[in-house]
Structure formats: structure tokens, C-alpha cells
């Protein structure tokens, strides 16, 4: 399996499991702050509307600009941020802020983490990879979603959210060892 290969599997599990470590209690923490469901809907839907958007306006940007793994690394430090700032959160309005921010960072890493994959792939073995590439970010998140509701009851939600900085954080250093030159494969001339 090539390097790439290996370290963006390792960048998304630890990012993926660090969003599911709140994930199914994410209506909890807002309750606690003194939102509802709806609140917990709408702060969802603007992680999920904005992101689209920024994926258009990052769409735009020339690519030789920026380099990927650097775009990956910011990207995943911005999140490490905004979860961070759920430590700060005291209203639903703090959360939906907190969300513009995820979803920047999450925009600003899936196409450069995209266009690697994509360039490290080995001809011929592209299902098998992604087969075990989600699967074994899956079972990871299904951890982190059992775990997640545990730390909180036991440490808090604000231990839980320097864990999943740290996950992020942790997925932005890793992101800085990728190479970005596509991989040389062979090539068999009949």
C-alpha cells in the first residue's frame, strides 16, 4: 500500500472518529447550552449548506496556488479550532458560528485530500482499497460514537472536544508528510 495510501486512511479516521465522538449526543451539548432540536437541525444544516458553498468558491481557485498537503493541513487545523471553540459555546448562535468554521476547514481539505488519493491509487486494485478504506474508517467511528457518549458523561463535553482538536490537529501534522507527485505506474506495452 502506498505511503499516501496509509496516511490519509490515518488522517481521516482520526478526524471522522473525532466528529463522531459527538456526534450522537450533539442535540445533548445543545440542550446544555440552552438550544433545542431545532437548534441542533438548524446548526447542521448551516455545516452542511456552507460547505457546499465553499466547495464552489474553493472550485474556483487555480490550483497550483496552494499545495495540497498544506491546504489539507490547514484545513484540518482550522477544524481542530472550531472544535476547540465548542469549549466557549454558551448559546445555539456561539454553535451555528462554530459550524461556518468546520465547514470551512472540511472544505478547504477534501479536494486536495481528493486529488491525492486519486494520484495514489494502484491501477487495477481501486475497490479493494476503498473497500477496506471504509471500512475500516466505519468501524472507527462506530468506537468513537460509543466512546464518545462515555467521555462526556465521565469527563465532560469539554475534555471530549480537546480529543477531537487533538484528532484534528494530529491529522494536519500527519497531512504534511504526504507527497504530492502522483506515483509512477507500470506500464505493460503489448
Known sequence: ??????????????????????????????????????????AIGIYALLKGVFYFLFGRIKEELFSKRIMMCIGYSVMGIGYLAYIFAAKPLDVFLIQIIISLGETVINPSWSAIIATSLEKGKERHLYANFFGYRSIFEGIAAIFGGLFAMKFGFNVLFGIMAGFAITSGILSLFVEEKPIKTEVNCI
Request: aromatic letters at 4%.
Open 1 to 42: 500500500m502506498h505511503k499516501n495510501i496509509k496516511l490519509l486512511l490515518l488522517t481521516s479516521i482520526l478526524i471522522h472518529s473525532g466528529a463522531n465522538l459527538l456526534a450522537p449526543i450533539y442535540a445533548i451539548f445543545i440542550k446544555q447550552i440552552g438550544g433545542d432540536l431545532i437548534d441542533a437541525g438548524i
